[in-house]
């Protein structure tokens, strides 16, 4: 079956950038999404097409693609931005699945 | 606004079934596809179903497919997973969700909880 591979936590300071990267064979032909979810409550799109950005959504994020692996880059991280991560891709079939997700500790 | 509400989940013995339901509003339910996903207390999220907007094409994930059922009513703008020969590791939060235009998942509902114990 088709997977998706997110490290399970990234820790960065205040004001620092904190990468989150998506690996999978298919991503150089399908689009990634990236979703945040805070405690308790439902995802939020993040960013679509493996780049863009929904309205409303604050420019320090922003994702980027190189071959099998999408990153999420969050600028000049705020503590709010604590919180699981998950990148959503599919494959062809099609058969839609999430990355494992990651916590992001902002320290 | 965009408001999607989950209802029906609840308690059930393993072997037993559940509807769930997701009441759409605030936007043309019948022009767009949409999704339910889960997610098991601290886990990650799983896709479970998906539907087309006019109810003819379905997705299944294969841990669900044969025991589960999508469905909607237009008209009642209402998304509808029914839920046959639940086990354990069914149990989890169910949320709908839209596809967007760019095919985001871009409106969540709160989630509706589902346990299954004896």
């Known amino acids: 079956s088709y997977e998706l591979t997110q490290p399970p936590s990234v820790s960065v300071s205040p004001g620092q950038t904190a990468r989150i990267t998506c690996s999978g064979d298919?991503?150089?032909?399908?689009?990634v999404y990236w979703y945040q979810q805070k405690p308790g409550q439902a995802p939020v799109v993040l960013i679509y097409?493996?780049?863009e950005r929904p309205s409303g959504i604050p420019e320090r994020f922003s994702g980027s693609s190189s071959g099998t692996t999408v990153t999420l880059t969050i600028s000049g991280v705020q503590a709010e931005d604590e919180a699981d991560y998950f990148c959503q891709s599919a494959d062809s079939s099609p058969t839609w699945v999430f990355g494992g997700g990651t916590k992001l500790t902002v320290l | 606004e965009v408001q999607l509400v989950e209802s029906g989940g609840g308690l059930v013995q393993p072997g037993g079934s559940l509807r769930l339901s997701c009441a759409a509003s605030?936007?043309?339910?019948?022009?767009?596809?949409m999704h339910w996903v889960r997610q098991a207390p601290g886990k990650g999220l799983e896709y479970v179903s998906a539907l087309s907007n006019n109810g003819v094409t379905t997705y299944y994930a294969n841990s669900v497919k044969g025991r589960f059922t999508i469905s909607r009513d237009n008209f009642k703008n209402t998304l509808y997973l029914q839920m046959d020969s639940l086990r354990a590791d069914d149990m989890a939060v169910y949320y709908c969700?839209?596809?967007?235009?760019?095919?985001?998942?871009?409106?969540w509902g709160q989630g509706t909880l589902v346990t299954v114990s004896s």
């Open positions: 605030g936007f043309t339910f019948s022009g767009y596809a």
């Open positions: 969700a839209r596809v967007g235009v760019n095919s985001e998942l871009d409106y």
């Open positions: 097409k493996n780049s």
């Open positions: 298919a991503l150089p032909k399908q689009y």
